[in-house]
Nanobody, 121 residues
Framework: VQLQAFGGGLVQAGGSLRLSCGAS????????MGWFRQAPGKEREFVAA????????DYADSVKGRFTISRDNAKNAIYLQMNSLKSEDTAVYFC???????????????WGQGTKVTVSS
């Protein structure tokens, strides 16, 4: 199974971007999908997660109220709508899939290659 994230780019502070992540190469065999990000010089951190069946969501405090995670079960895809972007949102964003509805990276078995988001101030 492969995950592919795309939709990153350059945007001004206050603007919006929508990231997408699609799964291919096999049946869906996970319960949760999520987004993580890694800013330059920093460790990768949790951003948001969504359960595959019920669509329950969880967000990092830093993005709550600005970012929205959603899923399309028919397309085997998740999305991250990012609004009111700030310079501190600049990072490479990764999508991931796993079987535990938690924020710990090691719980996610499959990872996409990352898509870069740059927010200019």
């Amino acid at each position: 199974v492969q995950l592919q994230a795309f939709g990153g780019g350059l945007v001004q502070a206050g603007g919006s971007l929508r990231l997408s992540c699609g799964a291919s190469g096999g049946p869906i065999n996970w319960l949760v999908m999520g987004w993580f990000r890694q800013a330059p010089g920093k460790e990768r951190e949790f951003v948001a997660a969504i359960t595959w069946s019920r669509g329950s969501t969880d967000y990092a405090d830093s993005v709550k109220g600005r970012f929205t995670i959603s899923r399309d079960n028919a397309k085997n895809a998740i999305y991250l709508q990012m609004n009111s972007l700030k310079s501190e949102d600049t990072a490479v964003y990764f999508c991931a899939a796993g079987n535990y509805y938690i924020r710990t990276q090691s719980a996610y078995r499959y990872w996409g290659q990352g898509t870069k988001v740059t927010v200019s101030s």
